[in-house]
């Protein structure tokens, strides 16, 4: 019972330094999400691909990219990590777009020194 | 646009004692509801969810929610606190619109329960 997958778990970045997080979920769902959750601001969406193909800005959108790479796998990558980017993410999917149950996988923790 | 309101960031309670973790909502269409559990260091869970069916929804572990529209509200209960049920509780809604960007989840800040033995 994989359901949403997430790596790394934990990263320490510089400042400056860029890196990936990957996301495969096992359970056919078409829609698949990128959170942030930060202490006391609940959880904010990043990007999301409401479908294959498709790629959308969510809340948050500054200083990310994302890559639907096919239907099972959605990477968020940041490109020149800051401080501000320290936080929680978290990855998560749901059958199609739209009201529709979200499962969400165990979460990223990152820290950008 | 949709907006939801968690009242209280922390609420403690002792066992045994009822839960209530109040949720208000903004929507402007009839909107989905969600209440998810998050425990330390782990991802979000889906507790219940209503989507225009029957107002009072139960979920997992014993938690329940009412939805009225009247008052815009979706809070959670639970008749008796147990220990296992510290954790941080967000509440979501959605509009019924698919295919759309209204029809993404929008959440609450959270509320944090804290369980006294």
């Known amino acids: 019972n994989a359901g949403v997958t997430q790596t790394p778990k934990f990263q320490v970045l510089k400042t400056g330094q860029s890196m990936t997080l990957q996301c495969a979920q096992d359970?056919?769902?078409?829609?698949m999400y990128w959170y942030r959750q930060d202490p006391g601001m609940g959880l904010r969406l990043i990007y999301y691909?409401?479908?294959?193909?498709?790629?959308d800005k969510g809340e948050v959108p500054n200083g990310y990219n994302v890559s639907r790479l096919n239907k099972r796998e959605f990477s968020l990558r940041l490109e020149s990590a800051a401080p501000s980017q320290t936080s929680v993410y978290f990855c998560?999917?749901?059958?199609?777009?739209?009201?529709?149950?979200?499962?969400f996988g165990e979460g990223s923790w990152l820290t950008v020194v | 646009a949709q907006s939801v309101t968690q009242l209280g960031s922390h609420v403690s309670v002792s066992e045994g004692a009822l839960v209530l973790l109040r949720c208000n909502y903004s929507?402007?269409?009839?909107?989905?509801l969600f209440w998810y559990v998050q425990y330390p260091n782990q991802g979000l869970q889906l507790l219940l969810k209503?989507?225009?069916?029957?107002?009072l929804v139960k979920g997992i572990n014993g938690f329940e929610a009412e939805f009225k529209k009247s008052e815009t509200s979706f809070h959670l209960t639970k008749p008796s606190a147990h220990m296992s049920d510290a954790a941080e509780y967000f509440c979501?809604?959605?509009?019924?619109?698919?295919?759309?960007?209204?029809?993404?989840?929008?959440f609450g800040r959270g509320t944090q329960l804290t369980v006294w033995p």
């Open positions: 209503y989507t225009s069916a029957a107002t």
């Open positions: 979501a809604v959605s509009d019924q619109s698919r295919g759309s960007t209204l029809g993404r989840l929008y």
């Open positions: 691909s409401a479908s294959e193909g498709t790629t």
């Open positions: 998560a999917s749901s059958v199609k777009f739209g009201g529709n149950t979200i499962y």
């Open positions: 359970m056919n769902h078409n829609s």
């Open positions: 929507s402007s269409v009839p909107p989905y």
